[in-house]
């Protein structure tokens, strides 16, 4: 089925930059869309940002948009967030998750099938 | 952006209930409607996608219904192992939206 190990969270202070990885494993990368999700601890779920499988299509919830950066490195199996201009609001675990598209009648459709384990991001000072 | 609103917030329930979420989009979500499930500590698992289809390896005692804006999730005979917080999710558009989540917890 596949994996996803997520690294590079840790605390950083506000204003900063940070850089998440995940490495994927049991598949290529390159076949899938993929995204990021992040939680605050006991809270809900929030979507982040996603990335088709050859990167041409982008997508950024409003509240990283023009701070955050997707990217992948197929040759290396890996997707990216690069967090530029941190804040304190952006504290959470974050999840990378692989989008599995399943034909069905009346179309194709798309649910996060693998996830990583997260990362913990704290921006504080 | 698309508003996903889930009821209730949480429940109680007993080993053996029918427990039934709803979720309610903002706008006609057709059936782009996916289903998580999240234990303290792990990451979501994916549940049910299309509304209705159940991923592979999930108890058919999961099911989900519904198009358009109404949809649930109904959990028959809740096994111990199926206390957890629940998350809808519609995929029908960028930003991807999830419903704040329904905690099931033991009566």
């Known amino acids: 089925e596949g994996q996803l190990v997520e690294s590079g969270g840790g605390l950083v202070q506000p204003g900063e930059s940070l850089r998440l990885s995940c490495a994927a494993s049991?598949?290529?990368?390159?076949?899938?869309?993929m995204h990021w999700v992040r939680q605050v601890p006991g809270k809900g779920l929030v979507w982040v940002s996603r990335?088709?499988?050859?990167?041409?299509?982008?997508d950024y919830a409003a509240s990283v948009k023009g701070r955050f950066i997707i990217s992948r490195d197929n040759a290396k199996d890996t997707l990216y967030l690069q967090m530029n201009s941190v804040r304190a609001d952006d504290t959470a675990v974050y999840y990378c998750?692989?989008?599995?598209?399943?034909?069905?009648?009346?179309?194709?459709?798309?649910?996060?099938?693998?996830w990583g384990q997260g990362t913990t991001v704290t921006v504080s000072s | 952006d698309i508003q996903m609103t889930q009821s209730p917030s949480s429940l109680s329930a007993s080993a053996g209930d029918r427990v039934t979420i709803t979720c309610r989009a903002s706008q006609s979500i057709t059936v782009y409607l996916n289903w998580y499930q999240q234990k303290p500590g792990k990451a979501p698992k994916l549940l049910i996608f299309a509304a209705s289809i159940l991923q592979t390896g999930v108890p058919p005692r999961f099911s989900g219904s519904g198009s358009g804006t109404d949809f649930t999730l109904t959990i028959s005979n809740l096994q111990p192992e199926d206390f957890a917080t629940y998350y809808c999710?519609?995929?029908?558009?960028?930003?991807?939206?999830f419903g704040q989540g329904t905690k099931v917890d033991f009566k």
């Open positions: 990335m088709n499988s050859d990167g041409s299509i982008i």
């Open positions: 998750a692989r989008v599995h598209t399943a034909m069905a009648p009346g179309g194709n459709y798309y649910g996060m099938d693998v």
């Open positions: 049991g598949f290529t990368l390159n076949s899938y869309w």
């Open positions: 999710q519609q995929s029908y558009s960028a930003p991807w939206t």
